[in-house]
């Protein structure tokens, strides 16, 4: 994952987070948490329960692994 670093500029706004393709700019983009660009519905609505499956697993296991982000300028906020 890259650091949501220059979001003034929209090239993240390229392709679907989820399958990768291509975003054209007159069609519709489905945005998820503010950064995440999705070709559809369908696609954003995986990625949001891929999310929630997700964040199970880290409150099941109460393991707390603290990764430390040592990249020079970029704050990743979860
Ligand atoms: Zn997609």
């Not at 880290?58 to 300028?73: F, I």
Request: hydrophobic share 30%; aromatic share 8%.
């Amino acid at each position: 994952m890259l650091p949501y670093a220059g979001l003034e500029n929209a090239h993240f706004l390229e392709a679907c987070t989820l399958c990768s393709k291509p975003l054209a700019h007159n069609s519709d983009i489905y945005m998820y948490r503010g950064n995440d660009p999705f070709c559809s519905q369908e696609c954003r609505q995986e990625q949001i329960e891929i999310d929630e499956a997700r964040e199970k697993r880290w409150k099941k296991s109460k393991k707390t692994t603290t990764k430390t982000n040592v990249r020079t300028g970029a704050v990743v906020v979860a």
